[in-house]
């Protein structure tokens, strides 16, 4: 079974400044998508960023990259130039795409990120 | 375009009661997943439907949990009877194709079982 980790409860940040999110997961498939989603405190929970593992270049949007190392089973999540709208709770979550199965999404258990003006 | 709406937001109920929670997904996309979040754990999949018909319905965690999306288009989760562990956050998510679309989660409803 697939397991996604996330070993860092709560982060900080002070606003410009750049921090990296860590997600590891494990697997025995080959072809999966890695997703970082963020939950802004009492709003709805949105897609940062994708990263199919058959492609090699890492995920980018804006300030948003990820660092996927496929061997390693990670997917870090840099954000650079830090706001104060980041302040949320980043999910990692891992998908196997749909082959006679539910393409459901396992989620690891979170981090609370805090940026500090 | 609106995005996936849950109801309620809040839900506060006592043991033993029942409760039912709604989402509205994205107009036009065939399916629906069920997720929750007990506090400080991770988020695990209940249930996904694809039209009308439960395609997994694997996560669910007993038979106190009934979910319906009566003519492919909202859903509803049932909790009969409420139990304290059933209390977190029930999220709801949509997308439109199956392996590839990225899922759309809507705002969720706190559920407390008192």
């Known amino acids: 079974a697939q397991t996604v980790t996330q070993s860092q409860p709560e982060m900080s940040v002070q606003e410009a400044e750049t921090v990296t999110l860590s997600c590891t997961y494990d697997t025995s498939e080959s072809n999966y998508y890695l997703f970082w989603y963020k939950q802004p405190p009492s709003r709805q929970m949105i897609l940062v960023i994708r990263q199919e593992a058959y492609k090699q270049q890492n995920a980018t949007e804006n300030r948003f990259s990820v660092n996927f190392q496929k061997a390693a089973k990670s997917f870090s999540l840099k954000i650079s130039d830090s706001q104060l709208g980041d302040t949320a709770m980043y999910f990692c979550a891992f998908m196997k795409p749909y082959g006679g199965a539910t393409n459901k999404l396992i989620f690891g258990t979170g981090t609370l990120l805090a940026v500090q003006p | 375009e609106a995005g996936v709406t849950q109801f309620p937001s809040h839900s506060v109920i006592e043991k033993g009661q029942t409760v039912t929670l709604r989402c509205d997904p994205i107009?036009?996309?065939?399916?629906l997943y069920w997720y929750r979040r007990v506090m400080g754990k991770e988020i695990k999949f209940l249930l996904h439907?694809?039209?009308?018909?439960?395609?997994?319905e694997s996560g669910m965690p007993n038979n106190r949990f009934l979910a319906e999306r009566t003519g492919g288009t909202y859903s509803t989760l049932k909790v009969q009877p409420a139990e304290l562990e059933d209390s977190g956050v029930y999220f709801c998510?949509?997308?439109?194709?199956?392996?590839?679309?990225?899922?759309?989660f809507g705002p969720g409803t706190r559920l407390t079982v008192l």
């Open positions: 439907f694809v039209k009308e018909s439960k395609q997994d």
């Open positions: 998510a949509s997308s439109q194709e199956l392996s590839t679309d990225t899922q759309y």
């Open positions: 107009s036009g996309h065939d399916n």
